[in-house]
């Protein structure tokens, strides 16, 4: 479990994978992550990307990301999906 200031100096100008342990919602619906685990760094956006989508695949629920580590802090604009979803 690390600050992402933490993982920001660990992993300077880096693709980061991780999940989120701790996070909350404010009231203009952006996700502020507290607390994450780091998964793995990528230099490319696209490996990262396929990581995220392979593990998503087998855990759906779980609160997966992929970040740039030059972003000052975390902050996730929550959409709002309609309609019918595949599996």
Known sequence: Q?????????????????A??????TEDRHRIVDDLAPIHAYTDFYE???????LHKKAPAQRL?????SNDKIDIELQHWVGIRAK
């Open 2 to 18: 690390m600050k992402w200031q933490e993982v920001r100096e660990q992993f300077p100008d880096k693709w980061l994978l991780f």
């Open 20 to 25: 989120a342990v701790e996070s909350h919602i």
């Open 48 to 54: 990262a990307w396929e990581h995220y989508n392979a």
């Open 65 to 69: 990301y992929v970040y740039h580590t």
